[in-house]
């Protein structure tokens, strides 16, 4: 009997400090509503075979709420979330603002030289890393090889603007329901300013001169303006003012835009037989250039970010590494193929031949090698960012811009109009923020 | 006497009743539909109301990423308990307000009515270091609280009007019987205004359960209720819209029924004092 009672004594004793050596740690994750967000969480089960003592729990939430609850949360210091994912817009801001965690001391497997130089560029402040890119992406022109040929024209694979303004006009064909160009036109700074924005940028037009003082009276930005109000107006399609990202990609699914200028990402949708009956049909081409040594194409990464008020930062290092690596591209690519890699964020995954080989991948790494956040211009800028302007107040300003140009794309007021409300916003903006003394 | 009514005109009251029944609905009906559709169907241009590849994929995808027992769990608690506790406060309230008003009470009644008129986002920061720093961030109290508080001006407002149609001399008599004020409020004001108090609630409980603001901002994981489920399954660019429409689906049905059965009540608490 004493026997019986020492046995289960010792393997209670036993019990109890395993528990205690296992003990868990939980580590909250605020992230997005994407496919390759989506798809992590389907893997969760190899990162806790390799980490059995981090419990991760998912807050996924819409883009905009994301941004709210987390800035909410950051700026007050509540410490509700261990891992974020924020865009290359929030890093330099917050993390000179002290709100995010380095991850300069990653462990070595990360291999943070194997990240694309561009998209590290846009998350390193002051030489710290302060996010881990999930995936990136920057923007191309896809456009339907079957119309170019029957139209008689080339796309090069480096066009310019002359080059789109006269392949619009010979592919559109709108008693067919085809338009030559589907552009954003939806108002909002992640929407019709993000593509405005890289327009401006290869126009030789900015945001701001070295002095933040607003260039919407400039020449460049009334050609900008011209020349994209006319490209919509008269080859794309009905309603372009109130379309954005998703609707373009439906229309270009369909076939209905000949040419479209978006995400690098959606290539894996338009290249898909399931989703498209051109799939076979999509070519794909650099953002095009005016000549002046700057392209209109962006740079954007989803990366994850440790806050500074988190209390389990070590188990939050441990989940991004997993996450990040190039490991869990080689864990995606064995479970759903390597088309469903999260891309841009590594060389080694354009370097892997069976990933070089897809339709997309060449013209992707280009574009992103193509776009330099910390020179994105034509005349020298005192900001960073490509499509945006990393300060605080731009999304707010630039949401507002946007309304105005959504409404001369609409008809609703001229170029000139939209361009001199612009630049009297953004005067009265900047100077309230103190950027124009 | 009521007017004698032809049978045409009683066919176009019904068909246009029917109209505007139907597009008020519409939305809700193509949020179902779409839950049912494939998400390329979804989205499809122009738009289908019906497709041939009906699914119910969407709904196993959702229930199979998502915990919706919890979040349903706390929708009930908060809205049952932020509902509850708003009555508690504002019976008191409202019979003072109607049966023993002072000089300033109509004052009082617009100041309160007033502060649902400010945006949430002006207190958003300030309100949030408040629960930051009493610990109730992320909890079912908390939130609790805060529902309570935000639809109290309505609870107030309705209980006052309800009890305004109701007699005073009837509470003098149960006074001059003996009855305390204890007494005269549950034994002889609740029961008479029984049917304002079961409006009153049916439209907390649907205000407090379809609250998305606070509930998002105040939580996280373990007090989220199925506002928090949606925004789970919404993206910016419209991807997933059958599973966001099933997700959708799955949190208004429960109101959406309750709603159903309850419309008589629902009905008569909001038109009540409407005529007299």
């Known amino acids: 009997m004493k026997m019986t009672q020492r046995a289960l004594l010792g393997a209670t004793v036993s019990l109890a400090l395993a528990g205690a050596a296992m003990a868990e740690t939980t580590i909250t994750v605020a992230t997005v509503n994407n496919g390759d967000m989506v798809r992590m969480q389907g893997l969760m089960d190899d990162f806790y075979a390799k980490h059995p003592d981090i419990k991760v729990e998912w807050v996924t939430l819409e883009e905009n709420v994301l941004r709210q609850n987390v800035t909410t949360d950051i700026a007050t210091g509540g410490g509700q979330y261990d891992v974020i994912t924020i865009g290359t817009y929030e890093v330099p801001i917050w993390g000179k603002q002290g709100w995010l965690e380095s991850l300069n001391d990653l462990p070595a497997d990360y291999d943070v030289d194997d990240l694309l130089p561009a998209i590290r560029g846009g998350l390193t402040v002051d030489g710290n890393l ?56 939806k108002a909002g700074w992640g929407e019709n300013m993000a593509f405005l924005t890289t327009m401006a940028n290869s126009y030789g037009a900015r945001w701001f001169d070295e002095n933040w003082q607003p260039q919407f009276d400039q020449p460049e930005w009334k050609a900008v303006m011209t020349d994209y109000v006319e490209l919509l107006t008269k080859y794309g399609p009905p309603g372009a003012s109130n379309n954005g990202y998703n609707e373009n990609l439906t229309l270009s699914l369909q076939g209905k835009c000949a040419m479209r200028m978006d995400a690098t990402v959606s290539a894996g949708a338009l290249t898909d037989p399931a989703q498209s009956e051109f799939a076979d049909k999509v070519g794909f081409a650099l953002a095009p250039d005016a000549g002046l040594g700057k392209r209109a194409n962006w740079l954007w990464a989803w990366s994850l970010a440790v806050p500074s008020s988190s209390d389990a930062k070590d188990a939050a290092k441990t989940f991004i590494n997993w996450a990040t690596n190039k490991d869990y591209l080689a864990l995606v690519a064995s479970k759903e193929g390597w088309r469903n890699a999260p891309p841009g964020t590594r060389t080694s995954l354009y370097a892997n031949p069976e990933y070089a080989a897809l339709p997309f991948a060449k013209m992707t790494i280009d574009s992103i090698n193509a776009a330099d956040p910390t020179n994105p211009t034509v005349k020298p800028v005192p900001y960073v960012g490509v499509q945006f302007v990393a300060i605080p107040e731009f999304a707010g300003l630039a949401t507002s811009v946007g309304e105005l140009f959504s409404a001369a794309l609409a008809g609703q007021k001229s170029v000139d109009d939209a361009l001199a409300e612009a630049q009297a916003l953004a005067v009265s903006e900047m100077t309230a923020a103190g950027y124009i003394k | 006497m009521a007017r004698a009514t032809s049978p045409r005109r009683k066919a176009l009251t019904t068909l246009a009743a029917w109209s505007v029944a139907l597009v008020i609905f519409f939305p809700v009906l193509w949020m179902i539909l779409t839950s049912f559709k494939t998400e390329p169907s979804a989205v499809a241009m122009p738009p289908q109301l019906f497709t041939a590849d009906w699914t119910l994929e969407n709904y196993a995808e959702v229930w199979q990423r998502s915990d919706y027992p919890r979040f349903f769990w706390n929708s009930v608690v908060l809205s049952l308990g932020s509902t509850l506790l708003g009555l508690a406060v504002a019976i008191p309230a409202a019979w003072a307000m109607a049966f023993v008003p002072g000089k300033k009470t109509k004052d009082l009644l617009m100041w309160m009515l007033s502060t649902k008129m400010m945006p949430a986002v002006a207190v958003m920061i300030p309100l949030y270091l408040v629960f930051l720093k009493l610990g109730l961030i992320d909890t079912r109290i908390g939130l609790v609280l805060a529902l309570m508080l935000m639809n109290l001006p309505i609870i107030v407002w ?51 359960w379809n609250e998305a603001f606070w509930t998002i901002i105040l939580t996280t994981t373990k007090a989220a209720p199925l506002s928090a489920f949606i925004a789970s399954f919404s993206a910016p660019q419209g991807l997933f819209y059958a599973k966001l429409s099933a997700a959708s689906t799955m949190a208004i049905a429960p109101i959406l029924i309750l709603g159903w059965f309850s419309q008589k009540q629902l009905v008569r608490g909001l038109t009540f004092g409407a005529v007299k």
């Open chain 1, 130 to 185: 302060y996010a881990s890119p999930f995936y990136g992406e920057s923007s191309f022109l896809n456009y339907r090889k079957d119309l170019a040929e029957k139209a008689g024209i080339t796309i090069s694979d480096a066009p310019t603007w002359d080059e789109i303004k006269a392949a619009a006009a010979a592919m559109t064909d709108t008693e067919a329901g085809v338009y030559g160009i589907c552009l954003r036109g």
């Open chain 2, 158 to 208: 309705m209980l006052y009007t309800y009890f305004k149609e109701i007699p005073a001399e009837i509470l003098e008599a149960a006074r001059m019987d003996g009855a305390g004020l204890f007494k005269e409020i549950v034994y002889v004001l609740t029961p008479m205004a029984l049917p304002g108090i079961a409006s009153t609630l049916l439209l907390n409980v649907i205000l407090a």
